[in-house]
C-alpha cells in the first residue's frame, strides 16, 4: 500500500484548481501549472483537499508519484521553488547580462544561459546563482544544467555545486608517498 499516495492535499486559500478527467489544472498567485494524470489514478476535490486513489495495486509507484506532483503543484504556485548554486575557483564567476547569466569557467569562451518564462536566474554575488520557478522540475532540471558544464572536481573541489552540497576530497598524488 502506498502511504504517501492515501495522504490527503489541503488547498491553501487563493488557490484554484480543477479537474477534469485525467488533468489536473492549479492556478495560484505565482502562475498556473497543469499536468495530465496516468488513466489508472483519479483525484477527486472535495472541501478544498485532494485526494488521490489507484484503480487497482498494479499502480502502487504511480499513486504516491502523482500525489506528490499535484503537491508540488500547488507549493509551486503559492511559494515557488529555488535552487542555489554555488562556483569555487580562481577566475570562475557568474554574471547577469539582462536575460542572460553568463558564465567564466576557465574555458576560451564564456557560458551562457538565457532565462525563460518560467524559470528567472538572480546573482547576488559574482560566486553564487539562485534558480527560481514555480515548476520544481523545471527549475531542478535549469539547475543541473548550469551545474553540468563544471561539475566539482574532487581533488580542488574547484567548479560549480548545489548550495549545502558535500564534495568528497581525494588527496593528490604525493598524498600517498611515504
Known amino acids: 500500500m502506498s502511504r504517501i499516495g492515501k495522504k490527503p492535499i489541503e488547498v491553501p486559500q487563493g488557490v484554484e484548481v480543477t479537474i477534469n478527467g485525467s488533468d489536473i489544472t492549479v492556478k495560484g498567485p ?34 504516491g508519484l502523482t500525489r506528490t506532483l499535484i503537491s ?10 529555488e535552487k ?9 564567476r557568474a554574471a547577469k547580462q539582462g536575460k542572460k547569466l553568463v558564465l567564466t569557467l576557465g574555458f576560451s ?4 544561459f538565457e532565462d525563460t518564462e518560467d524559470i528567472t536566474i538572480e546573482v547576488p554575488d559574482q560566486n553564487t546563482i539562485i534558480v527560481k520557478g514555480i515548476d520544481n522540475q523545471k527549475v531542478g532540471q535549469f539547475a543541473a544544467n548550469i551545474r553540468a558544464k563544471k561539475p566539482p ?8 555545486k548545489y548550495d549545502g552540497e558535500r564534495i568528497i576530497r581525494k588527496e593528490g598524488k604525493a598524498g600517498g608517498k611515504k
Open 30 to 63: 505565482k502562475g498556473t501549472l497543469s499536468r495530465t494524470m496516468d488513466n489508472h489514478i483519479t483525484a477527486t476535490l472535495d472541501n478544498n483537499v485532494i485526494t488521490v486513489s489507484r484503480q487497482s495495486d498494479d499502480y502502487k509507484a504511480l499513486h
Open 72 to 81: 508540488n503543484m500547488i507549493t509551486g504556485v503559492t511559494s515557488g521553488y
Open 84 to 92: 542555489k548554486l554555488e562556483i569555487n575557483g580562481v577566475g570562475y
Open 109 to 112: 569562451h564564456p557560458v551562457e
Open 153 to 160: 572536481e574532487p581533488y580542488k573541489g574547484k567548479g560549480i
